[in-house]
């Protein structure tokens, strides 16, 4: 199996993946059946675009048959959507109708990147190692999604809303506390261009 | 391209030509070309963007601080990506093997680009009409090589390239488009290795064995010794025989002058193996073939309402000039020598139509005109041989009365090719798949009878 071969069925995988994890067990409140479908829908479309990326357009689209130009645009359909970013929304939303269960969004919030990533690699076809200048980055992140679950966990100050939203604020300020902390982490690039 | 021109060329869209240039002895000369490129934001940072700022929102509105750190390392990445110097402008290089190829030629085409810094780059090629890829039409790197071959004879464009750059972090790409230089593709020649001689040749020196005694290498006959004669020449067996000394004699070695008379007033049948393709691959051999056995030879080519042409001339490069004046005349450009207005081959000069001359003709012979011009130059004395390339029929649908003009058509073609033989001018049919000596076999293995020029 060649490199790129691999890196789309990895995407496809990492995908099917989040949606089970995300979905598991099945809830049927709040549209939760609608963003499970618009999951299924980006994930299975995202991985067809990959494996019709190679598919060429012709120039000439003129006295072209009715299977031709529904197959053309299907093909354009299928190129032009952002399915990798309606599956991303379906599997936040699948996993907030659940009941708070702080480590299984950690674990899932850590599918969807490598998700995205891998995505990434198998369209553009480039290697893994692409991604080495973003390791520290995606480490320190690592971190804070960590932190985020553990966040998730403590047991609230008091019984009103305002704890919970205490908790949040606390999460957002780590995100931008690290955000601002960035350039020490990841040194800007100095070469001369 | 100039600084002014790589300015225009960004403010069109980002799109420029390179601008290799080549130098009048067909060696490239690659030119770097400054192109803007235009930057946004890749997919995968959008698809970033929507996973953070949709658990974000989540988690706002749920008040679950899991789904802000399920957020935080798409958008760590966005942040830490924003730091990226991207250059606003490249400098792109493109640098053709080749200017000018012959039909199923390999051509290669190699790009570079520059003041990239630590960006990757990918280069996406579109092939031009008639262009076929003979490898990958993408590459990575900041080289990349697309080897092609041309199809069909013509000024062809290689195509177009679309460069994309991407940052260190694949968070934002730069697009550019540049259109590739363009290509002269030459009619590949057919096979021809016999030539056509003529029985009276020019008094100027060839490799043609000449019915006149010469210094030749070909043995004529023996005659008798006279005082001047060279000793080494002496036939001793012949002097023995006959009891006084004999001498070898050789034949003349002459060359002669061929004009390649190209009909470019009808091009039928399927593109790439079309009258028109046939006669200029058929006159490319010929002219080849002529000149390497040390003739002149000149082209004449015949549109409606003008006539190019190109004295005949020795030497390996007149093939191209040849070539070009025909690819010129097909552009509807004068060739290298010129062109007259009309179709009428007496305002031709001298030096373009030399007397005595061996005309050889390409057509299809479907234009009446051409073929009375044809027996007008016959009655003026040019000894004509004429290579039919009509390889086609016109399409006929089943009925009877279809039927019958398709014949009465082929009967009227059959008329003016017996008129022409009977004017003394022979016209043999090629295929343009066998080789053309297997057509011109019966003229090629003794010499021509050459008609007095009378101009």
């Known amino acids: ?30 549209w939760a059946n609608l963003a499970l479908v618009m999951a299924i829908a980006g994930v299975a479309a995202g991985a067809l675009r990959l494996a019709l990326a190679g598919v060429p357009a012709p120039e000439d689209t003129f006295l072209l048959s009715v299977p031709v130009r529904a197959w053309l645009g299907f093909l354009e359909t299928l190129r032009r959507v952002p399915w990798e970013e309606v599956a991303a929304v379906a599997l936040v939303w699948l996993e907030v109708m659940h009941r708070s269960r702080p480590w299984h969004t950690a674990v899932l919030g ?23 200048p973003q390791a520290r980055v995606l480490a320190v992140g690592a971190g804070l999604l960590a932190l985020g679950a553990g966040a998730g966990m403590l047991p609230a100050t008091g019984p009103g809303a305002g704890s919970a939203l205490l908790r949040l604020v606390a999460a957002v300020a780590l995100i931008a506390a690290a955000g601002l902390v960035l350039p020490f982490v990841a040194p800007r690039d100095t070469s001369d261009q | ?24 002895g067909g060696t490239e000369s690659p030119r770097a070309s400054t192109v803007s490129l235009r930057w946004r934001s890749s997919r995968h940072a959008r698809r970033l963007l929507t996973l953070g700022l949709a658990a974000l929102f989540i988690a706002t509105l749920a008040r679950r601080p899991e789904f802000a750190g399920l957020a935080a390392p798409a958008l ?37 680009v520059e003041g990239q810094g630590e960006c990757s780059v990918r280069w996406t090629w579109h092939p031009g009409r008639e262009i076929e890829p003979e490898g990958a039409a993408a590459a990575d790197g900041e080289r990349a090589r697309f080897t092609f071959s041309p199809q069909r004879w013509g000024r062809r464009q290689i195509g177009t390239l679309d460069v994309m750059l991407r940052d260190r ?19 590949a020649p057919a096979r021809q290795r016999t ?65 390649l008379l190209v009909d470019g007033t009808s091009d039928v049948g399927e593109p790439g193996s079309s009258a028109l393709d046939l006669a200029l691959r058929g006159a490319a051999a010929a002219a080849r073939a002529y000149l390497d056995a040390r003739d002149r030879v000149g082209v004449i080519t015949y549109h409606w309402g003008s006539v190019g042409w190109l004295p005949p001339g020795l030497g390996g490069r007149q093939v191209y000039r040849i070539i070009d004046s025909m ?21 031709l000069p001298r030096a373009a139509l030399p007397p005595g001359a061996l005309v050889v003709v390409f057509s299809p012979l479907l234009d009446q005109r051409f073929v009375e011009t044809l027996r007008d130059m016959r009655e003026r004395g040019f000894t004509i041989l ?70």
């Open chain 1, 1 to 30: 199996m060649t490199r790129v071969a691999a890196a789309r069925l990895g995407a496809a995988l990492l995908g099917a993946g989040c949606v089970v994890w995300a979905a598991a067990p099945l809830v049927h409140r709040g």
């Open chain 1, 110 to 132: 850590a599918a969807v990147i490598a998700y995205l990533l891998a995505t990434h690699l198998a369209e553009s076809d480039a290697s893994p190692a692409a991604l080495r």
């Open chain 2, 1 to 24: 391209m100039s600084g002014d021109d790589a300015d225009r060329s960004s403010a069109s869209g980002g799109s420029g030509p390179p601008g290799s240039g080549v130098s009048p």
């Open chain 2, 76 to 112: 760590l990445l966005l942040a830490a990506g924003r730091s990226q110097q991207r250059p606003s402008r490249v400098r792109l290089r493109a640098r053709p093997s080749t200017r000018r190829a012959f039909e199923g030629e390999l051509v290669a085409i190699d790009m570079t």
């Open chain 2, 169 to 187: 972090w694949r968070l934002a790409e730069g697009h550019l488009t540049v259109n590739l230089p363009s290509l002269d593709c030459y009619p």
């Open chain 2, 195 to 259: 030539q056509v001689v003529l029985s009276r040749l020019q008094n100027r020196l060839g490799e043609h064995a000449a019915r006149t005694f010469g210094e030749g290498i070909e043995f004529a006959g023996v005659r008798e010794y006279v005082p001047g004669d060279r000793q080494r020449s002496i036939n001793w067996p012949a002097s023995t025989r006959r009891g006084r000394l004999q001498v070898n004699t050789f034949a003349a070695e002459r060359s002669q002058d061929v004009v």
């Open chain 2, 327 to 347: 690819l010129a005349s097909e552009r509807g450009g004068e060739g290298p020598a010129g062109a007259v207005h009309g179709t009428s081959m007496r305002r």
């Open chain 2, 386 to 455: 004429v290579v039919d390339v009509l390889n086609a029929d016109p399409p006929v649908r089943p009925r009877s009365t279809d039927r019958m003009a398709r014949r009465i058509w082929r009967m009227e073609q059959e008329a003016i090719r017996f008129s022409l033989r009977e004017l003394g001018v022979p016209v043999v049919h090629w295929d343009g798949i066998v080789s053309l000596d297997l057509p011109l076999a019966r003229y090629t293995r003794r010499p021509m009878i050459a008609s007095g020029a009378r101009r």
